[in-house]
């Protein structure tokens, strides 16, 4: 049976329509393309009415172009003649005549929720509304349910300089919504500072403060559209604005901190709108990618690994027999509990194909187990030597995995016994001459059928971990990371057992 959710289950929220009047940005990072995306993002169903076409890119404003406001009326009637929008985000106005129109469309329609930027001039100082429109502006605003002004905005709208402390902005918003009625959303992006604060400053004079880490980004492009649609549009959700403004902070800080991933533009880039939409559904983990990032996320044990004592000492020849006799014994126990976490991942395989490997896998652990024990060891197949700890660790890490994990866990802390092995086996195999005491040992190094079965297992794991949830796949690399440690504990262990050190298992 599937897990996905119906996307129109009862019990779930109804999609937010919501519609923004703004103007346009062909790099889609400020504008009604940001508009979109946000509302999109924030779990909306986005529309968009066109007040002014903006030659634009990440560097500044070029040129605009104004259609006829009776083309912006007519775009706004016909969407209001066919949807009950449910809310409204105003941006860019650009002029007077423009503002005309919107405030009668507002006055007859009267949407729940109107959010207004009052968008007036672009980071890159262009000017998004002409400077003889502020008093219209001003009108405008006791018709809007929420004004989301920054720095510059809030004095302009207020007829004073910019403040230039917290304190002076929030005195500003609070005049602002006392005269005109409405909640005022204070951003202080502008203000310095590694925490950027905002305030939500409603007509009675309350105020709630958020902060936030400022993120060291030029990835800011149409940060004040973006956080506005987003308001817009859980305010309908949350039909409140705090956690509206709480929630759409949070996106916006994911937003900001993935942007420059995007390599959009030479200026100030957008936010990267989607980020956290994309990660919940690993749209951009590809299993190859994850494979990489999962070994580079494991280099430093690797590194460790190679500088072993016993590793170099296996390497050059000048490993003691004891020491060696004892890895073995030791192998071969871990072996045998190995095996039955490998039969484990097989029952619970969700594919016969995937059920045939971990079984094939498990029964050649157990036909190296036997081989150790009667080639290597010399002779019964009961072992004689006692675990020792790392070997207790490490395979009381597999059965605790096995027990309280799933299936995605459990392969994903089988992993490094094959994948790390494989490679410090590859390497040790090259030192193979004639005359090395362990030549035949580390002829068994070089085994093609186990390098098989590594990229197979390593393909699957891989496989599973891109297309689970972030959740599922950080426990999966917390089993796989937990699993390499032990991996080194366990070469460490033959000569670290005469000096008393125990194993190093992290937590
Ligand atoms: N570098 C940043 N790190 C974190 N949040 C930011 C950053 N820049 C802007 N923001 C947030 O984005 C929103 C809009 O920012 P602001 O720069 O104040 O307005 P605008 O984009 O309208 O000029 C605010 O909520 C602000 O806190
Ligand atoms: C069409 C359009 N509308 C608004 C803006 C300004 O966007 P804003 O979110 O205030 O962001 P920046 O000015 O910081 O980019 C715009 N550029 N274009």
């Not at 985000?89 to 006055?107: C, N, P, Q, S, T």
């Not at 929720?113 to 605003?141: C, F, K, N, Y």
């Not at 990032?293 to 044990?301: G, P, S, T």
């Amino acid at each position: 049976m599937s897990d996905a959710v119906s996307a129109t289950e009862p019990g779930l929220a109804p999609v937010p329509r919501v519609l923004s009047i703004a103007g346009t940005d062909p790099t889609g990072g400020a504008g009604v393309q940001a508009d979109l995306k946000s509302v999109a993002a924030s779990g909306g169903y986005g529309m968009a009415a066109v007040t002014a076409l903006v030659a634009q890119n990440t560097c500044g404003v070029r040129s605009v172009h104004r259609p006829p406001p009776d083309f912006l009326r007519e775009q706004l009637v016909a969407v209001s003649d066919d949807v009950q929008i449910d809310a409204v985000k105003i941006g860019m106005l650009f002029d007077a005549e423009i503002i005309a129109v919107v405030r009668a469309w507002l006055a007859e329609h009267r949407p729940p929720v109107v959010v207004l930027d009052p968008v007036m001039v672009a980071t890159s100082g262009d000017h998004l509304l002409q400077p003889e429109a502020e008093d219209a502006l001003r009108d405008l605003l006791p018709l809007v349910d929420l004004i989301t002004p920054n720095v510059p905005e809030l004095a302009a709208l207020v007829s004073e300089p910019a403040a230039v402390t917290w304190d002076g902005l929030l005195d500003q918003a609070r005049r602002l919504s006392r005269s005109t009625g409405v909640t005022v959303l204070a951003k202080g992006g502008h203000l310095d500072g590694d925490e950027i604060w905002d305030a939500l400053v409603d007509a009675s004079g309350a105020v709630t403060e958020l902060s936030t880490p400022r993120v060291e980004t030029r990835a800011t492009h149409g940060t004040g559209c973006s956080l506005s649609s987003a308001v817009a549009t859980l305010r309908v959700t949350h039909g409140a604005w705090q956690p509206a403004v709480t929630e759409a902070k949070r996106w916006l800080t994911t937003a900001l901190r993935a942007g420059e991933e995007l390599h959009v533009g030479q200026g100030h880039g957008p936010v990267s709108h989607l980020a956290e939409t994309w990660a919940r559904a690993g749209t951009r983990l590809t299993p190859a990618r994850l494979a990489e990032h999962w070994w580079a996320q494991i280099a430093d044990v690797r590194a460790e690994i190679d500088a072993l004592p016993f590793v170099r000492a296996l390497a050059d020849g000048s490993l003691g027999d004891d020491d060696f006799s004892w890895y073995l014994a030791q192998d071969a126990l871990y072996l045998g509990d190995y095996a039955r976490v490998l039969a484990e991942a097989s029952r619970r395989a969700p594919t016969v194909s995937e059920q045939t490997f971990w079984a094939g896998c498990a029964q050649q652990a157990l036909v190296t187990e036997l081989e150790l024990h009667r080639g290597w060891l010399g002779g019964s197949d009961e072992p004689e030597t006692l675990p020792g700890p790392v070997t207790t660790a490490y395979v009381d890490h597999l059965l605790a995995t096995t027990a309280r994990g799933g299936y995605a866990e459990v392969v994903a802390a089988a992993l490094p016994c094959f994948w790390i092995y494989a490679d410090v086996g590859a390497r040790l195999a090259e030192h193979r001459t004639d005359d090395h005491p362990y030549a035949a040992w580390l002829t068994t190094y070089a085994d093609e059928d186990f390098a098989e079965a590594t990229a197979r297992a390593v393909d699957l794991v891989s496989t599973l971990a891109a297309g689970s949830t972030p959740q599922v796949r950080e426990r999966m690399f917390a089993a796989f990371r937990a699993s390499a440690v032990l991996e080194r504990d366990f070469f460490a262990a033959p000569l670290q057992r005469h000096d008393g050190s125990g194993p190093t298992v992290e937590g």
